[in-house]
């Protein structure tokens, strides 16, 4: 076995251990094995029942994973339904909601300015038109009314 | 690969312009294929669930960058494979699992006060349990290559190891679980 793959590709000279057939036969149903690892898998197979017997679970096994299945849920799509609802309520409120407060914020501000620059250059006098009013005037208002 | 059929094409196509229809036959149509994965990489506890919904909500929210080069069934396979890693990641990080010697998790209501396993699993619940306890990098080959269908090479591209290692994986998980099953069922 590489240690660092993982792999059993490497030759191992001599019998092979105990536990490595088992190992070469399970790998044999996905990988083909080198052909040392082959001919000494294919020889155990003939005379060992216990390997032969394996290699009916291994396929068993096999074939029960292939036909596995988790439990249905029903509520799946209806789930995922509000689940994608909820999540375009979030995106527009993320869209909008630095605009909005970005518009405010100048709003506010474009007010506080304003507001600053009336109460320093309008008096109520000016705010009223009082300032521009002669003593004449108030006979022209008199007389209209 | 596994490349998108034409009618599968077609419905991407229908879904990246708004259908919404079209998105949930996408949905309906390989649902189960995530659920695999999912709840083999977890386990049937509730939080699969949420994992699996997240699976297509990360493709919804991606469709637009979606070419379909690899199929949409391996692009979501590979969603769902990494979404199970970092739950298993956080399910670590939290009190609820322990590591028994041999870097193999158990989860704890596995098994009675008594310390024995529970009995008469029906097998597909009997498979789930055993595959709940090997280590989650034999977990993904098993469920990709043997519950999923995808071919060694698939497997190795997918997780980008060697085929070897796939294989050695492969052979390992099985023995294991043969070894696990025949202990909790017994």
């Known amino acids: ?145 | 690969m596994v490349m998108q059929s034409e009618s599968e094409h077609s419905l991407v196509a229908q879904a990246k312009n708004g259908d919404q229809r079209a998105f949930e036959l996408l949905v309906r149509l390989h649902e189960e294929s995530v659920q695999k994965v999912v709840v083999a990489m977890l386990g049937n506890v509730p939080e699969a669930q949420d994992v699996a919904q997240e699976v297509f909500i990360r493709w919804y929210q991606a469709m637009d960058r979606f070419e379909g080069r690899s199929g949409l069934r391996t692009y979501l396979t590979r969603i769902a494979i990494n979404l199970s890693l970092n739950e298993i990641k956080r399910r670590k990080q939290k009190s609820g699992w322990m590591v028994v010697d041999n870097k193999h998790e158990v989860a704890s209501h596995d098994f009675a006060d008594d310390g024995t396993v529970h009995r008469n699993w029906e097998i597909n619940d009997l498979l789930q349990k055993a595959m709940e306890l090997l280590t989650p990098e034999f977990r993904i080959v098993l469920v990709l290559r043997l519950v999923e269908g995808y071919s060694v090479q698939e497997t190795a591209d997918m997780l980008q190891i060697p085929e070897g290692t796939v294989a050695s994986r492969l052979a390992r998980a099985q023995i294991k679980l043969r070894a696990w099953i025949s202990k909790l069922d017994q």
């Open chain 1, 1 to 145: 076995m590489d240690k660092q793959t993982g792999s059993m590709k490497p030759t191992q000279p001599g019998e092979p251990l105990p536990g490595q057939l088992e190992e070469w036969l399970a790998f044999s149903l996905d990988q083909p094995l080198q052909e040392e690892q082959d001919r000494a898998l294919a020889s155990a197979m003939r005379d060992n029942p216990a390997l032969q017997a394996e290699k009916i679970a291994l396929l068993q096994l096999r074939s029960q994973l292939a036909s596995w299945k988790p439990p249905k849920k029903p509520d799946f799509m209806s789930q995922l339904r509000q689940k994608l609802e909820k999540q375009r309520r979030h995106a527009l409120v993320f869209y909008f909601f630095p605009r909005v407060a970005v518009a405010s914020i100048l709003l506010a501000m474009g007010i506080a300015l304003l507001s600053g620059y009336f109460s320093k250059h309008l008096s109520d006098k000016v705010a009223l038109g009082v300032d521009y009013l002669e003593p004449d005037d108030a006979y022209g208002f008199i007389s209209t009314e």
